[in-house]
Every structure is written in structure tokens, then in C-alpha cells.
């Protein structure tokens, strides 16, 4: 049935048991795990952190600037990957194959998206805050109910 199942992460703490359970059904599907992480493009506010415009008004701007953005895209790649060894070391308790993946700067459900038909996955299993149904959910839309929309790929949602 599953082969290659995709297991997006943001970190959570209350949606571990999701992870838990998405590696339990590999188990009992003798499939593998694709972990993911993607971190949102930075926001002005959080660009105005970074390149801190106070810096940019000397000599060597454009080097601060690089240095700065390094720096965080460093910090993305360290929490990323504190997220998916969560992910890895429960899949390699359960004995199921793990690959995890990390995109920084992409919105999520394009990256999740992105990832699960380049590695080939055949289900995305995902966790669900549950947003739908409140004025925020229904505005904007969580990043569960946009993978649903736009994957081409079965969604299987928990709710955490």
C-alpha cells in the first residue's frame, strides 16, 4: 500500500504523539519514513532584525548583511535539525527507515508539498491543530488545510 510515508515537523511539543502514531503506521505498513522541516520565508519585521538598518549605513554593508542572514539560515539549520532527530530516533526505536529533510525559506505547504513528490512519498501524514472553524482558520487557512487543497498525494490528518 504506503511505501514512503512524509512526516512534516514544526517542532511541536504537544504533536510528538502524531509523530509517534505516522511511525506506527509505517511500522505496520513495512514503509519508510521522509521527515520534514520547512522554515517560512523571514517576515519584513524579522528582516529588519536581521539586517539591522542601524548596520547598514558604513562601510562593509553589504558583508554585515551576509554575515547576518548566514547567522540565521544557521539557526534554521540547527532547530531543523533538532526537529527531525525527534522524528529519527522514534522511527529508529520502531526500527523503520527515516530520511530527513530540511527547506529553509519556502512557505510550508509548498515545501511539504514539494518534498513528498520529490522523494517520492505516497502519503503525507500530518498533524492538525485545528484551526478550521475559526475566524483565523478561515481567513488565512492552516497549513494542514492547504496541503490538503493543493497535494495530489493522499493526506492523512491527526489531530494533536
Not at 9 to 28: D, F, P, Q, R, V
Amino acid at each position: 500500500m504506503y511505501k514512503n510515508i512524509l512526516i512534516p515537523t514544526k517542532g511541536t511539543k504537544s504533536c510528538e504523539s502524531s509523530i509517534a502514531e505516522g511511525i506506527e503506521l509505517a511500522k505496520a505498513l513495512n514503509a519508510k519514513v521522509t521527515g520534514v522541516h520547512v522554515e517560512p520565508k523571514l517576515s519584513p519585521r524579522e528582516i529588519l532584525e536581521v539586517y539591522k538598518p542601524e548596520m547598514l549605513w558604513g562601510p562593509k554593508d553589504a558583508e554585515r548583511a551576509q554575515q547576518a542572514l548566514a547567522e540565521v539560515e544557521k539557526m534554521h539549520k540547527d532547530l531543523a535539525d533538532r526537529y527531525l532527530s525527534v522524528i529519527e530516533k522514534m522511527a529508529n526505536e520502531a526500527g523503520v527507515p527515516f530520511e530527513g529533510v530540511f527547506i529553509d525559506r519556502e512557505a510550508p505547504e509548498e515545501g511539504i508539498i514539494k518534498i513528498a513528490e520529490r522523494k517520492g512519498c505516497d502519503l503525507i501524514f500530518i498533524a492538525s491543530h485545528s484551526t478550521v472553524g475559526t475566524l483565523a482558520g478561515s481567513l488565512l487557512g492552516g497549513v494542514t488545510t492547504k496541503v490538503v487543497a493543493h497535494s495530489k498525494i493522499p493526506v492523512l490528518i491527526h489531530r494533536c
